[in-house]
């Protein structure tokens, strides 16, 4: 009996192949924001790796509303070529795919993760000698002590952004994306706006839920008019914020019943985030930490999620979709560890040897396999 990871799913016009979707991954590795052969590599061997879904990592619609300096964009048409060669490849080895688009607000122009982080300085360079560029925020608070303070937007301002995601929208399209998710968690703008530690505003885009909600739905709004009617829309949330008075789950189950009138297919349920580094550990993490919020949009708005966070056994992802707690499963960090994720977890499930993989690899297992059983 197929199991619901390794069985094929529809949204909309796209058929996935199995339920089982890589989670967007920054690689910080752009430069101008265009992709190169590492992002090649990078998307191409989940690919090869028999995922359903490969999801490429934040990309920004701006420049301005970048992460950091190595963050890939698509604000500019030189940025779409790059991006399209991958989208052939993934596709041709039976995946689909897809990009997150992302406008970081106020926790852009910071260094790489691995470079520490820290926010780059506003005047002079860093010890890489990267500089930061202004940013920009619901209101003016710094997400942390040392942060710049962000310049709190305008009404021209949001023209400019609900614009900036449609174009990018439009040239993802041109790339060959199957697939679109926009990022409204772990204190990027759109979450910015969404929770109440953030958004202090007074006009129609603060105050209370649906003023809140008001931005991030007009650039879901703004975004489904020029994506595709047969092509799945996604919208990332951090479900909850973690802290008091921050956004609780009932606040994202009110924000997915919106998102689903606006014609979004999956909310992907992730948490935290809006106070940035400082935030993190709160919550206990184990495996499938996540996975209640998950259920709860799923149940409580009647549409389809996706389960991140710490899953990372064919037999954990299978009883998640078996419980009905979710329809797809992001692997992020273990696919890192093993890109060929998804290929070992049918092999777990169905027992099938190595029938399924890419014949480059799965003829050559096959017959070591049957030579290791002597
Ligand atoms: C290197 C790295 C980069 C990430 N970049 C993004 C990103 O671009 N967008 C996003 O929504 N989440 C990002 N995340 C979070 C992952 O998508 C995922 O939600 C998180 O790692 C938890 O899942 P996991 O336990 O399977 O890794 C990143 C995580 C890692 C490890």
């Known amino acids: 009996m197929p199991h ?24 910080y590795s752009a430069t101008e924001g265009r992709a190169n052969d590492w992002h090649m590599v990078q998307y191409g061997r989940f690919a ?6 490969v999801i490429v990592e934040a990309t920004g619609v701006t420049a301005q509303g970048r992460g950091t300096h190595g963050d890939l964009g698509l604000w500019d048409d030189a940025q779409v070529a790059p991006l399209a060669r991958i989208c052939e490849f993934v596709k041709a080895q039976g995946a689909g795919i897809g990009l997150q688009l992302v406008h970081a607000g106020r926790k852009g122009a910071a260094q790489r993760p691995f470079h520490g982080g820290a926010p780059l300085p506003l005047t002079g360079v860093d010890a890489r000698g990267e500089t930061a560029w202004p940013t920009l925020a619901p209101s003016p608070v710094a997400i942390a ?31 060959g994306f199957d697939v679109l998710e926009l990022h409204a968690a772990h204190g990027y703008l759109l979450h ?24 991030p739905l ?7 008019a020029v994506w595709p009617e047969d092509r799945p829309l996604f919208v990332r949330v951090s479900a909850v ?14 924000f997915a019943h919106a998102l689903k009138a606006a014609g979004v297919d999956v909310v992907d349920c992730s948490s935290g985030g809006i106070l940035g580094a400082a935030t993190a550990g709160r919550v ?26 710490l899953i990372t056994d064919p037999a954990q992802a299978e009883a998640i979709l078996a419980a009905g707690q979710a329809d797809l499963i992001a692997i992020g960090r ?41």
């Open 284 to 309: 206990p993490r184990g495996p499938g930490f996540q996975v209640p919020y998950a259920q709860a949009v799923r149940d409580e708005a009647g549409i389809a999620t996706m389960a991140v966070g």
């Open 145 to 175: 002590e040392g942060w710049q303070v962000p310049g709190e937007m305008t009404l021209a301002d949001l023209d400019a952004v609900r614009v900036a995601f449609a174009d990018a929208a439009r040239r993802a399209v041109a790339a």
């Open 334 to 374: 273990e696919a890192l560890d093993n890109p060929n994720w998804p290929l070992h977890a049918h092999r777990v499930l169905e027992g099938e040897g190595f029938a399924h993989w890419p014949p480059q690899h799965g003829w050559w297992l096959e017959r070591r396999a049957a030579l290791l059983r002597g």
């Open 218 to 224: 007009e650039v879901v709004s703004a975004v489904r």
């Open 241 to 254: 914020d973690h802290i008091d008075g921050g956004l609780e789950l009932a606040d994202t189950v009110a």
């Open 48 to 53: 090869v790796g028999g995922a359903g879904l």
């Open 192 to 215: 910015e706006f969404l929770s109440p530690l953030s958004n202090l505003r007074t006009d129609a885009y603060g105050g209370d839920a649906a003023g809140r909600m008001r931005f």
């Open 4 to 27: 619901l990871l390794t069985s094929p799913v529809a949204l909309r016009g796209l058929t996935l192949r199995n339920r089982i979707v890589i989670s967007p991954m920054c690689q």
